[in-house]
């Protein structure tokens, strides 16, 4: 895990890579509590039986939405931001979806630092994340996320 305690310390990763995450397996149940907290309850992600029949990759497969969501959750393995008033997200640029994440499938996040700017007392990083599948050649997406925080 990377240490980050100000801007200074950011900015010295620009360009590089910062860390990646561990893995974390998508299970149905994370998929259905998904389902239940935005109302998207498509057959192909929560109907197992269905699924296995109708669907091209005869299994249920995680929302992209819920993959995407996982970003924070493995931002936090990857790197500890220390000295914080504020830490907020900011935007999202670039993303492509470029494969699905099958029900059961391991995932992590790669992460570098594609740019960082101070803005009167404010640290904008865009930080390059990629999400991995495990033993697939494809990721499941990628994109610029935008991050904004001000340290003390």
Same mark, same amino acid.
């Given at each position: 895990m990377?240490?980050?305690?100000?801007?200074?310390?950011?900015?010295?990763?620009?360009?590089k890579e910062i860390g990646v995450s561990n893995w974390h397996q998508i299970t149905?149940?994370?998929?259905?509590?998904?389902?239940?907290?935005t109302g998207d309850y498509q057959w192909i992600h929560v109907d197992v039986e269905r699924a296995k029949k109708e669907s091209p990759?005869?299994?249920t497969i995680a929302h992209g939405y819920l993959s995407l969501s996982l =970003?924070?959750?493995?931002? *936090?393995q990857i790197a500890d931001?220390?000295? /914080?008033?504020?830490e907020v997200n900011y935007g999202i640029e670039q993303l492509r979806f470029g494969q699905p994440v099958l029900v059961n499938s391991e995932v992590r996040c790669r992460v570098s630092l594609k740019s960082i700017i101070e803005l009167?007392?404010?640290?904008?990083?865009?930080?390059?994340?990629?999400?991995? =599948?495990?033993?697939?050649? *494809?990721h499941a997406f990628?994109?610029?996320? /935008?991050?904004?925080y001000q340290f003390i």
């Open positions: 990377v240490i980050i305690k100000n801007h200074t310390e950011f900015e010295s990763h620009l360009g149905q149940q994370q998929i259905n509590d998904f389902a239940s907290a990759f005869k299994n =970003i924070y959750f493995f931002w *936090k931001i220390q000295n /914080l008033k504020i009167r007392g404010t640290t904008k990083a865009t930080l390059f994340v990629q999400m991995e =599948i495990k033993d697939q050649p *494809k990628t994109g610029d996320i /935008l991050l904004l």
